[in-house]
Structure formats: structure tokens, C-alpha cells
């Protein structure tokens, strides 16, 4: 067992997204030149996050993205909506359901995959039409594949009309994150994320988000929290966690060693929410056993979302080696999809 199988995919990730433009050579059918001004990601866990990181850097270009992490599709997506399908393995049975209902509504269609059924049927046609799939490469657990897909996705929209070309946006967040790499990456003495890590260690993580471009980067730290390093958390969002999270925390405030907190602070923030930040951690910084706070790095949103993510990725990996687990297996998801095909195919 390879305590470390993830820690080098980790760095890998902005060699990921600087090659990803070689993902869409080829690619046929070409996207149907649909210039849509709303989209909707189906996808889940893994795959699903590169929606939420693209949105801010998205909402800029003025394409309004929903991510949609359920079997049906929403009542809007009909053939104006662009459906963007995204799936590592190409299997997951909740983006295929979507795929086969926005195939059959008329939606353009495209579809991330690295295999599965998702790229063979884009490929043959086999649910009534060919539609066209990004090709990912093959091999990786899907959420270390992250830089892959939110590059197809980016170029993959760039190629429908949706946004203009990702390229300067993509090669800002590039930089940012190899000067990550240079701060938190495995060798580095004085490591911040390493440090963080091992206060987390043992503890119910909760993480607060300040912004849209950190919302993607919690719900990303939360997932990379229970799958790398096999412990719990839950991400909320600033405003609306001043609206009930503050009050929830008293019953367990003797136990209050079992938690830690984490705050991924935005470059977006609204000038009431930086208030916010202070006057919330007034009130529930002492419900804690520690509280920390990650600012986001970089110019642009796509870069600033991604510095937050890669210091997520880091600091689950390390809490992973702290805890003397491997990060790489998910054993109980694989068994939950194995029982499920199992059952009733959709
Ligand atoms: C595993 C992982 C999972 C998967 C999810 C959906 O590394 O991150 O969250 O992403 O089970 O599977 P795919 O991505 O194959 O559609």
C-alpha cells in the first residue's frame, strides 16, 4: 500500500489543466455551435466539481452554470440549454439517466469522460444521436483528474461559443498553482498545509466559505476530507450559515475539542461578508478546537478558486498521512456502486 499514491496527482494538477487543451483535438462531432447563455453540468462527486470551480470564472463570461447532481433534469433544460455531461469513469448511473433525458429532450449535448458507457455511446449513437465526448485520459481516480476536466469543460465551451478562449485565465491559474506547489507540496519544510493537517486530525472538519470563489473549493475540501483522508466534515456557505450554523453548535460545546474549522476566504467577498467573517467567529470561534482561515491567491476567479482547492487537496492528503491511511480507495463507494448495479439497472 502506497501511502502517497495521491500526493503526486495532487502536484500533478496544473500540469493537468496546462495540457488539457490537447484534449479537444480531434474531437468529433465538433460541439454544436450553440452560444448558450445557461448550462447545466450533470455530474457527481469528482466529476461534479469542476462546475462548481468553473462558476465564478463562468458568471464573469456571463454563462449562467448550474450543477446538477441528481438523476432527473431540471423543467428548464430543453434544446436552449446547453447539457454538459461529465463522468470520469463514464458509468455513474445518475449522470447517465441525465445524459439519456437530455439526449432525448433535444438539448445540445456534450459529454467529459474517460470511458464508459457515456463515451461509447457519444461515439455510436446508441441513444439517438451521436453527440460529441472530451476524451479524458484513462487510469486516475476520478477526483484527482480535476485539472483534466475543468479543462475539457472550459475548452469544451470555448468550442460551443459559450465563452471566449480560456487560455489567459487558464494559464494565470497555471502559475499560481506551481507557485502552490512550491509552498505546500511534499518537500517543503514549514509546510502551512501540513501544519493545518495535523490540527485536523482526528476531528469533525467544518468548513466555512466566504464567496463564490470559495463555495466550489469547500464542497471540493469537504469531499477530499472524507475520501483521501477518511474523515468526516461538511461545508457551509457565508451569509446564509449566520442564518442557523452559529446557533447550532451549543449542545456540543462540550465536546468541543471533536471539531475544528476551517474558513476558504474568496477574493470576491462582499464587503458585509469580510464583516461578517469577524463578527461570526466572535460568536462560534470558541465552539472549536482551533479555527483556521485559507485566503485565496492569484489574479482572476479561476485562479483564485483553484489556489483554494489545491490547498485542500494538499491538506487532505497530509491528514490522510497523519492518520496512517491510504488515501486513494474509496472502498465503501466502489461497494455501494457495485450493489447498486447489481440491482435494478436505470
Ligand atoms: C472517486 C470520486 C468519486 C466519483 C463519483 C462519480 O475518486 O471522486 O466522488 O467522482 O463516485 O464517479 P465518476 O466521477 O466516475 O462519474
Known sequence: MSLDGMLPLVTALPDHLAGSERLLDGLSPRPAPAAPRRVLLCGMGGSAIAGDVARPFLARQGVDLTVWREYDLPSWADASALVVLCSYSGDTEETL?????AVAAGCPVLGI?????????????????PFPVIALPAGLPP????????????????????????AAASAAAVAVLREGVARLGPDVPENPAVRIARSLLGRFTVV????????????????????????????VALPELDHNDIV????LRPRRDAFALVILRGGDEHPRTALRVAATLDLVGGEFHAVHEI????????????SLVQFGDYLSCYMARAAGVDPVPVARIDALKARLRGGTAP
Open 97 to 101: 439517466t441525465g445524459a439519456r433525458l
Open 113 to 129: 469522460a474517460s470511458g464508459g458507457e457515456l463515451l461509447a455511446r457519444g461515439r455510436d449513437g446508441g441513444w439517438g444521436r
Open 143 to 166: 477526483r484527482a483528474a480535476l485539472g483534466h476536466g475543468l479543462g475539457a469543460l472550459l475548452g469544451g465551451l470555448h468550442a460551443c461559443g459559450a465563452i471566449g478562449s480560456p
Open 208 to 235: 466555512y466559505t466566504t464567496s463564490p470563489e470559495a463555495h466550489g473549493a469547500g464542497a471540493r475540501l469537504k469531499a477530499q476530507i472524507n475520501e483521501n483522508a477518511k474523515s468526516p466534515a461538511y461545508a
Open 248 to 251: 447550532g453548535w451549543e449542545v
Open 295 to 306: 485566503g485565496a491567491r492569484g489574479d482572476g476567479p479561476l485562479a483564485r478558486s483553484l
